[in-house]
């Protein structure tokens, strides 16, 4: 891929990726676009734990190659959004993958006209990633 074209779709995926996506999602991301996976992430400081910790270790991405990038939030809306992440970081440690309950209903109202996400098909090592769901971590094989 030309270098400019790979900066570029590097830049808008890491815009992009935190706000409604897995980190599953997010490296097909990048595994589709750039031919590589991702190692980033860019997402408001006080998600750093919940990335770092929870969504990188049950998709077992290597602590040594996974990066957290964060920026701050508005002083006034720090302490809503720390209450709010703590309940998140609650729900995913019952629910690693998201895919029942509360989460599980986020993920539905994000796609209300249920396009689902197309990543599977262009990364078939992860097929299998995609379509799990249950509170353990997952024990297939995995490309990185």
């Not at 980033?40 to 998709?59: A, C, G, P, Q």
Request: with cysteine; charged share 30%.
């Amino acid at each position: 891929m030309d270098p400019i074209m790979k900066s570029g779709v590097n830049k808008e995926i890491t815009l992009n990726e935190e706000k409604s996506e897995s980190k599953t999602t997010q490296a097909a991301k990048y595994k589709k676009n750039l031919e590589a996976y991702n190692d980033r992430v860019v997402s408001y400081d006080f998600k750093k734990e919940r990335f770092s910790d929870l969504h990188r270790s049950s998709i077992r991405f290597p602590e040594e190659r996974f990066f957290f990038v964060g920026t701050p939030t508005t002083p006034d809306s720090k302490d809503a959004a720390m209450a709010g992440e703590a309940i998140v970081r609650a729900q995913f440690q019952v629910d690693p993958y998201g895919c029942t309950g509360s989460l599980q209903d986020k993920r539905l109202k994000r796609d209300p006209f249920h396009r689902s996400v197309p990543y599977p098909g262009g990364c078939p090592e992860l097929k299998s990633l995609f379509s799990y769901c249950g509170p353990a971590i997952y024990p297939g094989a995995l490309p990185w």
